[in-house]
Structures are given as C-alpha cells and as structure tokens.
C-alpha cells in the first residue's frame, strides 16, 4: 500500500501549534530548574573552599564532590526539561480537507485521512480546592483503523476547538454507515455498551428502547434513566464517539 503524502490530503484548512513559551514556564520550569542547579554549584564551592583549607585538597573533593555531582545531574534535567519545553512549542496538527497531519514526536510524523479515523474518545480530569474546580485538563484520544492511538491534549492551543473540528469531519464519513448499520438492527459497540433498533446493552444486560425514558450526561458521566427507576451509570471517557452515539440513542428511543 503506497505511503500518504501531504499532498494527498487536499488544501489545507487550520493550524493548531504547541503551546509558546510564557512567564508561566519561566516561574514553574526554569527558575526551580535554575535555583536546583545554582544551590549544589555554590554549596560545593564554599564546601571545597572551607575544608580545603582546614584539611587539605583531597578531604575537600570527598566533601565537596557529591554536591558538583548533583549540580552537574541538576544541569543535565534542566537541559532536558527545556529541550522538551522547547520541542512543544514547535509542536502542530494541521487539518487538511482530507484529513490531517500531525506533528507530536521528533522522530516522526502521522498523516491520517478522515476515514482512517475510527474512534474518538473525550477525556477530562478536574483539579478541585475545597470544593471548587480550579483547573480542568481535557484531551481526546484517535484511534485509527490500523489500531494507532494518539492522544491530542494542552500541549497545542485551542485544543476544544481542534477536537471539534476533528469530530467535525471525521463524523461526517462515520456517522452515515452507522446510521445505516442501526437501521439494518446490527449491533454497534461504544466501549462498555453497545445498541441496536431494538435494546441497549450493558454488560450483557439488554435494556429495550421503550424501558429507557432519559439519557443525558452529569459530572462526566453518562447516566442511563429507565422507566424502573434503576438509572445506569457508565464514565464518559470510557465511551468513544460519545457524540454519535447520542445521535443513535434519540433514534432508537423515538422509534
């Protein structure tokens, strides 16, 4: 099969980049980073100095050397911290007509086109401090037909709306075929649930459309409402292509 090229993938439509480098990575990366180097390097040197003097040069190295040790790994992670730091920045995925090409790794890059992707998964992990959210972290995760799983988070700007412009035209090739499955009443697997015309299946308990009266998704989970009043919970982030999904569920409830 001939490798995908660039060129195959039609014009080009957005660009979404690493995240540039901000005051932010100075403060938390490299002033720590800096200070963790400085301190060992200074202590050392004063270690040396003072038991040079008192004890000659060769208890000042035993002394003193474990500190220029630590100085020089200090250095070494630093280095490495700021190189990866630096490689996000040049990071990108752009979004082509026929799919995408996606620059994560030094080593290589991906060219994917839009049927090529199969599933898509949302994943969200909330900070909270007493109570209150304070940060939430999202990310999706691409598996494609060959098995290949990337995961697109912070590291590139705008990443809500990358996701939604990746679900945009990615959907649009999958979601008829699985319209047309459904119709046919074959089953359609989610992660942990699957659905027909007829049922929806959780952990091999088969629920008919007409005892489910509502779906909806609360605190990151999708919560499954049955005439019984036994309500179902399964964790969004388990569930790819939760959208589409959604879209069968209101079809099979109504019909």
Request: net charge positive; with cysteine; charged share 20%.
């Amino acid at each position: 099969m001939q490798r995908l090229k660039r060129i195959d993938l039609g014009p080009l439509i957005s660009t979404y980049r690493g995240r540039p480098l901000s005051w932010r990575d100075l403060f938390l990366i490299f002033l720590p980073g800096t200070l963790a180097v400085i301190f060992p390097l200074v202590y050392g040197i004063w270690i040396n100095n003072i038991i040079s003097l008192r004890n000659g040069p060769v208890a000042a190295s035993s002394w003193s050397g474990p500190w220029f040790i630590l100085a020089a790994c200090s250095t070494l992670c630093l280095l490495l911290l700021a190189l990866i730091r630096v490689f996000h920045t040049n990071i990108y995925v752009s979004i082509f007509r026929n799919g995408l090409e996606l620059n994560l790794s030094p080593v290589k890059r991906h060219i994917i086109t839009w049927s090529d992707i199969f599933e898509i998964t949302n994943h969200s992990i909330s900070r909270h401090l007493f109570g209150h959210t304070i940060q939430t972290k999202f990310s999706i995760v691409l598996l494609s037909k060959k098995k290949k799983t990337i995961r697109l988070d912070q590291k590139i700007t705008h990443i809500t709306k990358l996701a939604y412009e990746i679900k945009k035209y990615s959907f649009q090739r999958l979601f008829p075929s699985l319209v047309n499955e459904f119709r046919n009443g074959r089953w359609l697997d989610f992660g942990p649930l699957s659905i027909n015309k007829h049922n929806i299946s959780i952990k091999q308990n088969k629920v008919p459309w007409s005892e489910v009266s509502r779906v909806y998704v609360n605190a990151g989970c999708m919560i499954i409402e049955t005439r019984d009043e036994k309500n179902i919970r399964i964790t969004t982030s388990q569930i790819p292509n939760i959208e589409l999904l959604f879209k069968l569920i209101s079809r099979g409830i109504d019909t």
